[in-house]
C-alpha cells in the first residue's frame, strides 16, 4: 500500500513541469468561474453523501465537488457531460465517431470504471439509464439528456456510495441539482471549428419565479450542430481508381468525425407549501437525433462479394447499376427521453420523511440510409427503419431522518428508508426488409441491411426486473473533533437474488483549518434486462484485409451459447477505500487530497468470440436472427474478469482580491490506474493492454479566472496524459502508444449592461492535434476515434446571456 501511495506521489510530481505554481495557487473545482471567497465556497451545504441536513463539503466525510451551473454552461459543447468532463479530471467522456450508435450516445465514466458504474442522481432520486448497451455491454445514464442551462449546480461524490443509494455506484454519484432560482435568463450561442466546420448554434431560455407557498422553474434549451470530419481517402478507394482508370470516387468516400445532430431539452422544477408538508416535482424531457458515416462498400465482387457478386438468383442484376461508385450507409438515432418525479415531504428539527414516485424512459429509434439488403436482390428498399430500444424505470421511494440526541457535540442523525423499483427494456422489431433472408441468401448475399441488420419480429421482445431494498444511514459527531458514519443496505432481486452493502466512513478535525478522512464500503452493480436478454450485430472493417467483418452478440440464456459455455449473469461485486485530508484557510486558500483504491469483482465483459458451425448459424436463423447467416464470430456477455483501480485527487482553491477585481485559481488533478487481477481478459494479452492503458493514467485542469468591473478573463489548461489504442481488427490488433496532450482555452466576458453579457471564448486555442492514427489510417481516419479528448482542432464562439 505503501508502495502505491509514493508511485501516486510521483506521478504528481510529474505534472510540476507543466504547472509549477499550481498546487501552490491551486482550486477547487467547486469554485468554478466563481468569484466569492473560498471562505464562503467552503461553507457550502451538500446534500450528496450525507442524509445530515448542513453539512458542508468541507465537514463530508467522503469527498465531495460542487460544480456551479456558469462552469457547465459556458462550454462550447451543447452536451452537459462534456462540460462536465472539462473541469473534472477523473470523468472522461470519449467522441467515438461511427462507433455503431455510440457516437450519439456517448458514455461518461468516473476514475476510468465504467459508465454504468457510476450513478446518476437528478435532484437527489436516480436518473433512468440510457436503452443502448455501450462500451463492454455497459448501460448507464445519459448525461446529456439533461439540460446544462436547467443545472443549478452539481455535486460529484468520489466515493462507492452502494451502501447508501444502491445499485451502480461502485465508482461513485453525479448528483445533478436543478435550478431554483427566479428571474429569467436567455441566451444565444454560435460555434465553429477552425478548420470551418461544425458549425453549432445553441438558445435557450429559463424563467423562475418564488413565491409565498413555493417556487416554479422552467428552462428550455435548443442547440443544432454540424458534422465535422477528419478524414482522407481510403486506401481501397485509391487503390480502386488505380485499377479502374477513369472512375472518379468521392474524396473522402467516408467521412470520420462527429455527427450531424439537433437536440432539444426541456426542464421543470417547483414545490408547494401544504401546511402541513411540502408538493415537490420535477421533471426533464429530451428530444434529438443525430446521423453520420459508417463504413464504405467497395463496389467490387472481388473484396465484398457478399454484396456486389452477381448471383444466379437475380439474372441480369447488378449491384453496381445501383451504387456503381460503391456506398456509404448513412446511420441514424432519433431520441425520446423523460423523467418525471412527485413526491411529499416534511423537513423537522428532530424528524424529517419524505415519499416520492418517479417514472423515466428512454427510447432510440435507429435508422439507416443508402444501404441495401443484397439477399433481396433488386426488390430490396435503400432505406430502412432497424427498430426501437426502449429502457422504463418507475421508482417508489419512502425516505426518513431522525436526530436522536444522545448528549454528544450534535444529535445522532439516523437516516432510513425502502425503495421498489421496476426496470423494463424493450426491443421494437425494424421494417421486415431490414432482417429478411432473400433468395439471394442462398447464393451468399448478405442478409439485412448492410451496415446495421435490423432488428427481428423474433428479436423483439420485452424484458423486465423488479428489486426491493431497505438501508439505514447513521451518522455521529462522537467528539466535537471525531465524526463517524455507518450505512447497510439490504436489496433484492428477482433476476438473481439478494445483496447487502455496507459502508463505515470517519473524519477527524484536527484544527479548524485541517482535517483527515477515510472510508471502506462495499458495493455492486445488478446486471440488466437489457444486458440479459438483449442480441445484437455489428460490423466492422478489419484495417488489414479492408474487409467487412459481421459479430453477432447472443444472450447468455441462448441454449447455443449455453452450449458454449455461457452462464447466467452475476451482479459486479466492489471494495473501496479511500484516505485523504482537507484543509481550508482564512486567506482564501483550500483543498483536499484523497487516495483510493476500488477492486471490482466480476465485472461484465465480452466472451471470447466464438466461430460458429453452419448447423448452429442455421439454428440462429431459424430463431429469428436472419443475420446469423453472414456472422464472422458470436460472443455473449459474462462475468468475465476482476480489476483494481487505484488512484490519487488532487483539488485545491485559492481566491483573492488583486488590483481592485479578484483572482479565482483552480487546480484539479487525478491519478487513476486500473489492472484487472484475475479473469480470462487476463490471458489475453492483446485485450488486457487496451484495458489497462486505454485511458490516460494522469489528467488535470488548471483554471485561472480575473474579474474586473464589467470583464472576466478566463484561461484554463488541461493536461492529458498519454494512452494506448488498438486498430479493433477481427483478426488481431495492433497498437500505437498516444503521447500526453495539452489544450488551452481563453475566454473574455462583457457586461454589456446590467441585463446583457458578450462572451468571446477558443477552446483549443493554439489548435493542437494528437499524433495521427497510423495504423489506423487505411480506412480514412486521421485521428483515434477512441481519444479521450476532443480530436477536431480549435474552435470557437460568442455567446450573449441576457437577463430580464
Known amino acids: 500500500m505503501l508502495a502505491f501511495h509514493l508511485r501516486s506521489l510521483r506521478a504528481t510530481a510529474s505534472l510540476w513541469p507543466l504547472l509549477p505554481t499550481a498546487l501552490l495557487l491551486a482550486p477547487s473545482v467547486a469554485a468554478h468561474a466563481q468569484t466569492q471567497p473560498a471562505a464562503q465556497e467552503t461553507q457550502e451545504v451538500i446534500v450528496t453523501g450525507t442524509r445530515e441536513k448542513g453539512r458542508t463539503k468541507y465537514e463530508s466525510l467522503t469527498p465531495v465537488d460542487v460544480i456551479s451551473a456558469k462552469a457547465v454552461q459556458d462550454g462550447a459543447s451543447a452536451e452537459l457531460a462534456d462540460n462536465l468532463a472539462q473541469v473534472i479530471p477523473s470523468l472522461q467522456v470519449l467522441k467515438l465517431p461511427s462507433s455503431d450508435g455510440l457516437q450519439f450516445i456517448r458514455p461518461a465514466r468516473l476514475r476510468g470504471l465504467s459508465s454504468d458504474q457510476t450513478l446518476v442522481l437528478v435532484n437527489g432520486k436516480r436518473f433512468h439509464r440510457s436503452a443502448f448497451l455501450g462500451q463492454r455491454g455497459a448501460q448507464g445514464a445519459d448525461l446529456n439528456k439533461i439540460s446544462s442551462l436547467s443545472v443549478g449546480r452539481v455535486e460529484v461524490l468520489r466515493d462507492g456510495a452502494s451502501a447508501q443509494y444502491g445499485s451502480d455506484a461502485i465508482a461513485g454519484v453525479i448528483n445533478i441539482q436543478l435550478d431554483e432560482r427566479p428571474g429569467v435568463n436567455a441566451y444565444v450561442q454560435g460555434s465553429q471549428y477552425y478548420e470551418g466546420d461544425g458549425e453549432t448554434v445553441r438558445a435557450g431560455l429559463k424563467a423562475g419565479t418564488r413565491f409565498d407557498q413555493g417556487f416554479l422553474t422552467a428552462s428550455v434549451e435548443w442547440a443544432d450542430a454540424k458534422m465535422t470530419s477528419r478524414s482522407h481517402q481510403r486506401q481501397d478507394a485509391l487503390d480502386y481508381m488505380k485499377a479502374n482508370p477513369g472512375v472518379v470516387l468521392p474524396d473522402p468516400v467516408q467521412h470520420w468525425g462527429a455527427p450531424d445532430s439537433k437536440s432539444y431539452n426541456l426542464a421543470l422544477n417547483g414545490a408547494f407549501n401544504l401546511g402541513f408538508a411540502e408538493a415537490y416535482g420535477f421533471a426533464t424531457a429530451a428530444k434529438g437525433e443525430g446521423i453520420n458515416d459508417i463504413n464504405w462498400r467497395i463496389p467490387s465482387a472481388t473484396s465484398n462479394a457478399s454484396v456486389y457478386k452477381t448471383v444466379a438468383s437475380f439474372p ?61 436482390g433488386p426488390s430490396s428498399p435503400f432505406d430502412f427503419f432497424l427498430g426501437t430500444q426502449t429502457q422504463r424505470e418507475v421508482t417508489v421511494n419512502a425516505d426518513g431522518v431522525y436526530r436522536l440526541d444522545l448528549g454528544l457535540s450534535e444529535p445522532v442523525n439516523i437516516a432510513f428508508g425502502a425503495e421498489h423499483r421496476k426496470e423494463t427494456y424493450k426491443v421494437g422489431a425494424g421494417d421486415k426488409a431490414s432482417y429478411a433472408v432473400g433468395a439471394g441468401a442462398k447464393d451468399g448475399l448478405a442478409v439485412g441491411s448492410n451496415g446495421f441488420p435490423g432488428f427481428s419480429d423474433l428479436q423483439a421482445g420485452e424484458w423486465s426486473q423488479d428489486s426491493n431494498a431497505a438501508y439505514v444511514d447513521v451518522e455521529a459527531r462522537l467528539t466535537p473533533e471525531w ?26 478535525e484536527f484544527t479548524p483549518f485541517f482535517a483527515a478522512r477515510g472510508s471502506w464500503s462495499t458495493g455492486f452493480r445488478a446486471p440488466t434486462p437489457g444486458q440479459i436478454n438483449s442480441v445484437s450485430v455489428s460490423q466492422g472493417l478489419d484495417t488489414v484485409t479492408l474487409q467487412v467483418f459481421t459479430n453477432g452478440r447472443l444472450s447468455p440464456l441462448n441454449p447455443i451459447a ?147 468591473g464589467a470583464f472576466e478573463y478566463q484561461v484554463r489548461a488541461r493536461h492529458y496524459g498519454g494512452w494506448t489504442d488498438s486498430t479493433g481488427n477481427s483478426t488481431g490488433d495492433i497498437f500505437q502508444r498516444f503521447g500526453a496532450m495539452n489544450f488551452v482555452d481563453a475566454s473574455v466576458l462583457w457586461d454589456m449592461t446590467d441585463k446583457l453579457s458578450l462572451k468571446v471564448s477558443a477552446e483549443n486555442l493554439f489548435d493542437q492535434y494528437p499524433e495521427k492514427a497510423v495504423f489506423q489510417a487505411s480506412r480514412g481516419i486521421e485521428y483515434s476515434r477512441n481519444a479521450p479528448y476532443d480530436t477536431y482542432g480549435g474552435q470557437y464562439y460568442v455567446r450573449l446571456n441576457a437577463k430580464f
Request: charged fraction near 20%; hydrophobic fraction near 30%.
Open 316 to 376: 441480369g442484376w447488378d449491384l453496381k447499376s445501383v451504387y456503381p461508385l460503391g456506398f456509404t450507409p448513412r446511420e441514424q438515432a432519433k431520441y425520446q427521453d423523460y423523467q418525471a418525479v412527485g413526491g411529499v415531504r416534511h423537513t423537522g428539527d428532530v424528524f424529517t420523511w419524505d415519499l416520492s414516485a418517479s417514472v423515466g424512459e428512454n427510447e432510440t429509434k435507429f435508422y439507416l440510409y443508402n444501404s441495401i439488403n443484397a439477399s433481396l
Open 562 to 708: 449455453v452450449s458454449k459455455g455461457a452462464k447466467p449473469l452475476q451482479p459486479e461485486e466492489s471494495t473501496n477505500k479511500s484516505a485523504g485530508f482537507v484543509w481550508r484557510t482564512d486567506f482564501g486558500l483550500s483543498g483536499s487530497f484523497d487516495m483510493y483504491q476500488i477492486e471490482v469483482d466480476n465485472r461484465l465483459g465480452q466472451s471470447s468470440s466464438i466461430t460458429l458451425t453452419t448447423a448452429e448459424k442455421n439454428a440462429l436463423v431459424a430463431q429469428g436472427y436472419p443475420a446469423a447467416a453472414s456472422f464472422t464470430s458470436v460472443y455473449w456477455y459474462t462475468n468475465d474478469y476482476n480489476t483494481r483501480t487505484k488512484g490519487i485527487d488532487v483539488v485545491t482553491t485559492y481566491v483573492r482580491p488583486l488590483w481592485d477585481g479578484r483572482l479565482n485559481l483552480t487546480f484539479a488533478y487525478n491519478n487513476n490506474k486500473t489492472l484487472i487481477t484475475g479473469g480470462t481478459l487476463n490471458a489475453n494479452p492483446t485485450t488486457k493492454r487496451v484495458f489497462e492503458e486505454g485511458l490516460p493514467q494522469n489528467n488535470a485542469t488548471f483554471t485561472g479566472t480575473f474579474r474586473k
Open 483 to 508: 465524526t463517524l458514519g455507518g450505512a447497510v443496505r439490504y436489496e433484492d432481486f428477482d433476476s438473481f437474488g439478494s445483496t447487502t452493502n455496507g459502508k463505515v466512513s470517519t473524519r477527524y
